[in-house]
């Protein structure tokens, strides 16, 4: 695996990088803690877990670092984007719209006409985030054992 530019690199199960993903996605997610409940699914995840991923379905990166992350999972009618992580200090380079773009070339190719994802409903600066790379909020969610929304489901047709 090399990354010599901003270019987008799929990670192969045995990638000796999958440590610092991990870092990467831990990292980035810290500042949900005290902000979301139940506490983000990134405490579930694992070296074995990102192994899973990128044998089963798709772990992109960019950077060598790795500097930005996102996990592709084909659903029934979309392609399913979670764990979209950037480092902090390369924040607003354009990293996450770049794979988004990609997410939407992979939909494309495999004849996928939706992206979706789910942000929590606190993180209302995720929601803008998303809404400015053209995704529309679709639902509301509730994780189990609560009776208020704590996700919201979000959608970006592909034309």
């Known amino acids: 695996m090399t990354s010599l530019d901003d270019t987008p690199v799929r990670l192969q199960p045995d990638d000796p990088i999958l440590p610092q993903v991990l870092r990467l996605i831990r990292h980035s997610f810290a500042f949900m803690e005290g902000r979301i409940d139940p506490p983000s699914s990134m405490h579930r995840l694992t070296e074995e877990t990102l192994r899973q991923q990128a044998r089963d379905h798709e772990v992109w990166i960019i950077g060598n670092r790795p500097d930005a992350v996102v996990f592709l999972t084909p659903k029934q009618d979309c392609l399913y984007l979670s764990k979209l992580a950037v480092d902090e ?3 607003g380079q354009g990293l996450a719209q770049r794979l988004v773009d990609l997410a939407s070339a992979r939909a494309v190719e495999t004849g996928i006409a939706t992206l979706e994802l789910k942000a929590r409903v606190e993180l209302v600066e995720n929601h803008a985030s998303f809404a400015r790379m053209g995704f ?7 994780h189990p054992g609560f009776t208020r929304a704590t996700s919201i489901t979000m959608q970006k047709h592909l034309g």
């Open 89 to 91: 200090t390369r924040r």
């Open 136 to 142: 529309v909020k679709t639902a509301e969610t509730a």
